[in-house]
């Protein structure tokens, strides 16, 4: 079945460590995103690529980094310089980049500091 | 800029009453406009969905009526049953921009109880 898969469920940070979260779609989707999503609150967005090679920062792009090297690839990487790390990170995709299309999602990553 | 107020919750029920989850949303121009449900520890699914005024939006019993003249998208179901528990979000996405970029509520969680 086609769809978005994070890994791993749960993950912890040590201080001044950088983690990085995985997220592999097979829908063939050319959009993907990365969310953060904390208790009681909306999702953020964090960064977005329309295209293989391209991304752009998001509402809260501050102390994470990603790349986008293959299609079906986007890695979320969670810096030293993120001084509240944790939350539940969503990534997503969609068919295109038009305003009405669906947002398809992944089960999430969360992410604890020890 | 954009922004999606949603009922405030947690919202409890027994089952087979009557649901209503109100949002409403600022924004220019015609937006798209969205209802996610989140089950405990995945990501968002898609439960339905409205492009223009008037537009109704249905899906396994559930329905919103994008109103344009309130800015409301309120959530309803006539019969709710143990297995709606969930945290359900509004969110909308402008016509000309990337879908990714929605605007999100705070989510309203919903406990139906036997």
């Known amino acids: 079945d086609g769809g978005i898969t994070q890994s791993p469920k749960y993950l912890f940070r040590k201080e001044g460590q950088n983690v990085t979260l995985s997220c592999e779609q097979n829908?063939?989707?050319?959009?993907m995103y990365w969310y953060r999503q904390d208790p009681g609150q909306g999702l953020r967005l964090i960064y977005y690529?329309?295209?293989?090679?391209?991304?752009q920062k998001g509402d809260i792009a501050e102390g994470y980094s990603v790349s986008r090297e293959k299609k079906e690839s986007f890695p979320l990487t969670v810096t030293s310089a993120q001084k509240n790390p944790t939350a539940f990170y969503l990534c997503?995709?969609?068919?295109?980049?038009?305003?009405?299309?669906?947002?398809?999602f992944g089960s999430g990553t969360q992410l604890s500091v020890l | 800029g954009d922004s999606v107020t949603q009922m405030e919750g947690p919202v409890t029920l027994s089952e087979e009453a009557f649901l209503t989850i109100n949002c409403t949303y600022t924004?220019?121009?015609?937006?798209?406009l969205f209802w996610y449900v989140q089950y405990p520890g995945e990501g968002l699914q898609l439960l339905l969905k409205?492009?223009?005024?008037?537009d109704k939006g249905s899906n396994k019993g559930f329905e919103a009526t994008y109103r344009k003249e309130t800015t409301s998208f309120h959530l309803e179901k006539g019969s709710v049953q143990v297995s709606d528990s969930a945290v359900y979000f509004c969110?909308?996405?402008?016509?000309?921009?990337?879908?990714?970029?929605?605007?999100f509520g705070d989510g309203t969680t919903l406990t139906v109880k036997p």
């Open positions: 997503a995709s969609s068919p295109g980049q038009g305003g009405s299309e669906k947002l398809f």
């Open positions: 829908l063939n989707h050319d959009a």
């Open positions: 690529s329309q295209i293989v090679n391209d991304f």
């Open positions: 924004a220019t121009g015609y937006p798209s």
């Open positions: 409205a492009t223009k005024a008037d």
């Open positions: 969110a909308l996405s402008p016509y000309n921009t990337n879908a990714g970029k929605s605007t």
